[in-house]
T-cell receptor
Framework: EAGVAQSPRYKIIEKRQSVAFWCNPI?????LYWYQQILGQGPKLLIQ????????DSQLPKDRFSAERLKGVDSTLKIQPAKLEDSAVYLC?????????????FGPGTRLTVL | DAKTTQPPSMDCAEGRAANLPCNHS???????VYWYRQIHSQGPQYIIH???NNETNEMASLIITEDRKSSTLILPHATLRDTAVYYC??????????FGPGTRLSVLP
């Protein structure tokens, strides 16, 4: 089966600019996650969707980050305006359902560099 | 903050078993232990999870102590392709995962 798709794979912007990332989860997966991974650290959950509803966005910096999952399928994560400390890999993951036994499948990530 | 403690790095000889420890002394009764790994420049990959019984799948074995305060992930015959960062995560209901820094495993030829 096709995996989680993300685009773009790489993005370089200047601080104060805006950027958007796109994620297409595995077909039929109800749960979608966005993680931020700073170099040398483990992934940090930003937001979690169940279908098109938000389950958890407690760690999303809402003054600059936003995310949506229209129609419960694809999702976009936006940063506006970007700061230097937003340089990281942004990972999208999906799981079949929100359950203990449901493994998360990760995409390859988008590497963002903010200059 | 992560609820687990792992050694920052470990080495293992190719073909030998790799035993990766994880301490989770504050684990709650309904929390599971999950293991993921991340190969360089890729997204994390699920390995295995368990509650209290030992578990085995085609990738690895998970040994959880009787008091559930620690666990060990075992890769029975490590290969060079097993070189990765391994994350131990304690979680219930499969949501709001907190990844720590993990253990960087180097499999040496």
């Amino acid at each position: 089966e096709a995996g989680v798709a993300q685009s773009p794979r790489y993005k370089i912007i200047e601080k104060r600019q805006s950027v958007a990332f796109w994620c297409n989860p595995i077909s039929g997966h109800a749960t979608l996650y966005w993680y931020q991974q700073i170099l040398g650290q483990g992934p940090k959950l930003l937001i979690q969707f169940q279908n098109n509803g938000v389950v958890d966005d407690s760690q999303l910096p809402k003054d600059r980050f936003s995310a949506e999952r229209l129609k419960g399928v694809d999702s976009t994560l936006k940063i506006q305006p970007a700061k230097l400390e937003d340089s990281a890999v942004y990972l999208c993951a999906s799981s079949l359902v929100l359950a203990v036994s449901s493994e998360q499948f990760f995409g390859p990530g988008t590497r963002l560099t903010v200059l | 903050d992560a609820k687990t403690t792992q050694p920052p790095s470990m080495d293992c000889a190719e073909g030998r078993a790799a035993n990766l420890p994880c301490n989770h002394s504050t684990i709650s009764g309904n929390e599971y232990v999950y293991w993921y790994r991340q190969i360089h420049s890729q997204g994390p990959q699920y390995i295995i999870h368990g509650l209290k019984n030992n578990e085995t799948n085609e990738m690895a074995s998970l040994i959880i102590t009787e008091d559930r305060k620690s666990s060990t992930l075992i890769l029975p015959h490590a290969t060079l392709r097993d070189t990765a960062v391994y994350y131990c995560i304690v979680n219930n209901y499969g949501q709001n995962f907190v990844f720590g820094p993990g253990t960087r495993l180097s499999v040496l030829p």
